[in-house]
């Protein structure tokens, strides 16, 4: 079942904050974020695997809370590149390095 | 920087002929996907392979769709016959990955398909 991802569709003004969440009705060994500009690829963020481990790349962070089987993306002081469609991809402990996508999450940073 | 080769990048065609894509993986990398993204939504997991087996097709419409990676390197998907319903992006991801290991995806540009 398809992880659901929450809101659907975000507006920002450049250098506000947001965040992203993914819930997934299955038992979760990692999740993966992904970034996808119109027309384009996916491209990879980070992985976050079991254990609640909180991951940053620069002013995007995420954390991963495996009892719950949700994570969050968290995108601070929002640049005009962060616009985007996000999606996380969820690895459930019944398929191993398969990935399940989201729902996905349009973002609009606007100046 | 190494990168996911896909042709052709788009593709249109009338239902019930026939349609092939190419993928070409990051040098080294043993685990390649298919995906099917329709507009709006996030890709979905057609076949998976590890080197030259399929590891998971569950989700390949197999009575049309077939997928090979003959060498391990390389791979082909195909259609045939192509329905309206196909129309979407095609993405071919490669993962350097080995037992116990979460490596991510790295995507190639896609294969956007049009049936009419």
């Known amino acids: 079942q398809q992880p659901v991802q929450s809101p659907q569709a975000v507006i920002l003004r450049e250098g506000e904050d947001a965040v992203i969440n993914c819930s997934s009705s299955k038992a979760l060994y990692s999740v993966h974020w992904y970034r996808q500009k119109h027309g384009e690829a996916p491209v990879f963020l980070m992985i976050?695997?079991?254990?609640?481990e909180q991951k940053g790349h620069d002013k995007i962070s995420a954390s991963f809370n495996e009892k719950k089987q949700q994570s969050s993306l968290y995108l601070t002081a929002s640049q005009l590149s962060y616009s985007g469609t996000y999606f996380c991809?969820?690895?459930?402990?019944?398929?191993?390095?398969?990935?399940?996508f989201g729902t996905g999450t349009r973002l609009l940073v606007s100046p | 920087e190494a990168e996911v080769a896909q042709s052709p990048r788009y593709k249109i065609t009338e239902k019930s002929q026939a349609v092939a894509f190419w993928c070409d993986p990051i040098?080294?990398?043993?685990?390649l996907y298919w995906y099917r993204q329709i507009l709006g939504q996030g890709p979905e997991l057609l076949v998976q392979f590890q080197d030259e087996s399929v590891v998971d097709d569950s989700q390949l419409p197999k009575d049309r769709f077939s997928a090979e990676r003959l060498k391990g390197v390389d791979s082909t998907l195909k259609i045939q016959p192509a329905e309206l319903g196909d129309s979407a992006m095609y993405l071919c991801?490669?993962?350097?990955?080995?037992?116990?290991?979460?490596?991510?995806?790295?995507f190639g540009p896609g294969t956007r398909l049009t049936v009419l």
């Open positions: 991801a490669s993962s350097f990955v080995r037992l116990a290991d979460h490596n991510e995806q790295f």
């Open positions: 040098s080294g990398h043993a685990t």
């Open positions: 976050l695997l079991k254990g609640g």
């Open positions: 991809g969820t690895e459930p402990y019944t398929g191993f390095q398969k990935l399940v």
